[in-house]
């Protein structure tokens, strides 16, 4: 089963791009359009890192409130990080397994996102004039599990001159109430005036779910964990996309919640999971393109799939020739949260009840 999505909306680019400090990345972009290749110099960008970030955020939160899901010890403080090596597990007084299938069994994070375990084993030797220890380059165990989830950079659409987009920075101070006379120099310290840069734009992306994947050892000799839990991570690794669509993405979102609005989204899925990617939509005919590939590889591949698009604002042109390709495979909806219910309907994931193993 292979889920995708295409996005297009309102998002706050600076709660979104934290990688580089106060600083909001900008990226060149060529793109097709009426035939010919168009240049862009610069448009805000969001590297797939950052989406894939609060992709996992919700789906941790998804499935330790709905289903008190298994999740190992860092993925349930939301911390996505490399399996730590034994020192630092011996710190925190915790335990991993060594095996993928056990990895997976234990925690949806480690499973939907993939992980790695490099284990370095030091050696040493008798070297030197004296005999000191001569420190050896070590050996060990690397186990690698490739995500299930993967986004594409969320660009800037080409639909807004440049000259509209600005980036505002705000002085915040934080205020304490009452400074008795008394008190010492720190305590009027921690009244500290702070700036903030804040911008939104209009963004898209693309993302690509293999779900046959979650819950399935590749280096264990495809052993899987119980199915009632595979359908369940599924599920809610479908959700998790739900939840990022309406803005509820990046940081300082307690004072930047974005004015966001979901323009167009692009949601399809196939049972075989021989569906490809969307188009990103960046080019402005990509639903039609979209729905072009969808329809040429699942008719390739005798594939089943489905198709449902949230656009209120499309043109009636655009949504008869995509009705026209895509026939009863297709249907738009009124809202997107519809959609990801029909696509979940279909995938026959509804009913996924039932504790792991």
Known sequence: MRFVIAYEGL??????????????R???????????????????????????HWHFRNLVELSRERENESLCFFCRQLQAIRIPPKSVQKYYEI????????????????DVHGFLWAEKEKTGG???????????????????????????????????????????????????????????????????PYPRPYASDL????SVAN??????????????????VRKRRQKN??????????GEVGANL??????????????AASKKGMIPAPVHPIYPNYLIESAKLIKGAADLFGDEYRVRIYAPYIDENVKKEITNILNDAAVFVDDPYRGFKDIISFLELEECTGKQQ
Not at 158 to 183: F, K, W
Not at 211 to 228: E, F, H, K, P
Request: with cysteine; net charge positive.
């Open 211 to 228: 779900l046959s994947r979650i819950g399935v050892s590749y280096t264990d000799n495809l052993q899987a964990i119980d199915s009632n």
């Open 11 to 24: 998002l706050n680019v600076s709660s979104l791009n934290l990688e580089r400090a106060a600083e909001i």
């Open 126 to 192: 008798e070297g030197g004039e004296k005999g000191e220890k001569k420190k050896g380059r070590g050996e060990g165990r690397t186990l690698r599990r490739e995500s299930c989830v993967w986004f594409s950079w969320a660009i800037g659409l080409p639909l807004i001159s440049e000259e509209y987009r600005r980036i505002v920075v705000v002085q915040h101070t934080r205020n304490i109430s009452n400074i008795p006379p008394d008190a010492p120099e720190e305590v009027r310290q921690l009244q500290m």
């Open 237 to 246: 690794t479908i959700l998790a996309y739900a939840r990022m669509i309406q």
């Open 95 to 110: 335990q991993y397994c060594e095996k993928e299938i056990d990895l997976i069994k234990n925690c949806v994070g480690e």
């Open 26 to 52: 900008k990226m060149p972009v060529i793109y097709w359009e009426n035939g010919r290749p168009n240049f862009i110099p610069e448009v805000p960008a969001i590297s797939g890192v950052m989406l894939k």
């Open 203 to 206: 963004f898209g992306f693309i």
């Open 254 to 267: 307690a004072r930047s919640l974005p004015a966001s609005i979901p323009i167009k989204v692009f949601l």
